[in-house]
């Protein structure tokens, strides 16, 4: 369970700093409205009115993520990893 609320920390952490526009205007939309409940983080890339952007999203982070060298796959899977471990436990 404590994992659980970790992730959803996590995903909730990252939308808002997505609502803030980092980036683009068309992922804040995207993260304010699922902040607010108007869509399921789920249903994201199901809804044509937001499929479009978060699919380039993701395609730009799996070209990132292709050309990471192996030294640096290890640093940044080492890195997400202590920051796992270094959050505290969120309320209940």
């Not at 192996?70 to 309320?91: H, I, S, Y």
């Amino acid at each position: 369970m404590v994992r659980d609320a970790r992730i959803a920390e996590a995903v909730r952490n990252s939308l808002q700093r997505l609502s803030e526009g980092h980036a683009g205007p068309d992922m804040a939309q995207m993260a304010r409205d699922v902040l607010e409940g108007r869509i399921r983080l789920g249903d994201i890339a199901r809804d044509p009115a937001y499929a479009d952007g978060f699919l380039r999203g993701l395609d730009r982070y799996r070209r990132w993520e292709a050309g990471l060298d192996d030294e640096e796959r290890r640093r940044f899977n080492e890195e997400v990893r202590k920051a796992g471990e270094q959050r505290p436990d969120p309320p209940a």
